[in-house]
Every structure is written in structure tokens, then in C-alpha cells.
Nanobody
Framework: QVQLVESGGGLVQAGGSLRLSCAAS????????MGWFRQAPGKERESVAA????????YYAIPVKGRSTISRDNTKNTVYLQMNSLKPEDTAVYYC??????????????????WGQGTQVTVSS
């Protein structure tokens, strides 16, 4: 069992930055693919970014590519999502997830077994 707790969300003006954190506890998450997803009101949950267990491979969804950086510190069992140049359309609840699926499934939420409770990100225009 893995417990995931997100933090770092909040209210920010357009053009600002936020750094989300996801702390894992329980069964070590160091061998898991870690992903960030988001869900805006009235929309389906979508993949934002993912990182392989070693941190050597990363993935970004097109809407955030070039503005976000995912990283992980396995010594701290923590994954980060640095988001810059935030836009109002980035407003959503952001979820951290952990899974043992193959890298080819990195953007598929069904490949993730464990989920955090989410953290709200609100970007004002």
C-alpha cells in the first residue's frame, strides 16, 4: 500500500508559478512510475506529466509542455511538479498517482494504482 499526499496548490495570478509536491509513504514508491493528473470542473481527468522510477525519463502533456518540470527525489519519496507561466486554463484539482504499469501507459490513469486526495490550483486572470 502506498499513501500519497499532495501539497503546494493555491491561488496564483496568470503568469505566476507553483510547485506541487507529492509525498509518498508506506510501501516504497521508488520503483513506481509517478504521474500528475488534473481535473477541471465539468471536465474529465487528464494526464499532465509523468516520470519513470529512476527519474531519467519524463513525459509532459502538450498543454503544459515547456512550462512544467516534473522531478523526483527517491531519498525523500517525493515527486514534484514545477509549473510556470500559469494560465487560467490550468485551474484544476491536481492529483498525484503511482503505478507499476509500463512506461507506454504513462498517460493512462488506469495504469495507476494509488492516488492522492488532490490539491486545488486556481489561476486568476
Amino acid at each position: 500500500q502506498v499513501q500519497l499526499v499532495e501539497s503546494g496548490g493555491g491561488l496564483v495570478q496568470a503568469g505566476g508559478s507553483l510547485r506541487l509536491s507529492c509525498a509518498a509513504s508506506g510501501r516504497t514508491a521508488s520503483r513506481f512510475v509517478m504521474g500528475w493528473f488534473r481535473q477541471a470542473p465539468g471536465k474529465e481527468r487528464e494526464s499532465v506529466a509523468a516520470i519513470g522510477w529512476s527519474g531519467e525519463v519524463t513525459y509532459y502533456a502538450i498543454p503544459v509542455k515547456g512550462r512544467s518540470t516534473i522531478s523526483r527525489d527517491n531519498t525523500k519519496n517525493t515527486v514534484y511538479l514545477q509549473m510556470n507561466s500559469l494560465k487560467p486554463e490550468d485551474t484544476a484539482v491536481y492529483y498525484c498517482a503511482a503505478g507499476l504499469g509500463g512506461w507506454s501507459e504513462r498517460a493512462n490513469e488506469r495504469a495507476y494504482t494509488y492516488w492522492g486526495q488532490g490539491t486545488q490550483v486556481t489561476v486568476s486572470s
